[in-house]
């Protein structure tokens, strides 16, 4: 049951990341969300095959920490190159004016 919980509190992280972090016009609204919360889902799934239990405060650190991280990555990586290929795209159709 408490899968659950961790997933729904990473794809809030990821919803929070999205209005924080710059560059938010770049990528869709579910994208950080459905990240965060897969990479919590992921890191929980390790970490109980690895032996730890629900209530332990690792399990949980380490998978919301995943959630925010990879959804801080994708959002600068994903802005950034959005950014760059908008540029070039408009160099191109411009015909080099632009």
Partial sequence: ME?????VIGAGLGVLLRYVLPG????????????????????????????????????WLASLGAA?????VVAVVVSRRRIA???HALHVLSGGKA
């Fill in 68 to 72: 925010a991280v990879v959804a801080a």
């Fill in 24 to 59: 938010r016009e770049t990528y869709g609204v579910a994208l950080l969300p459905a990240l965060a919360g897969i990479a919590t889902l992921a890191v929980w799934v390790g970490m109980l095959w690895l032996g730890f239990t629900f209530d332990s405060v690792w399990i």
């Fill in 3 to 7: 899968i659950i919980y961790a997933a």
């Fill in 85 to 87: 290929a908008d540029a």
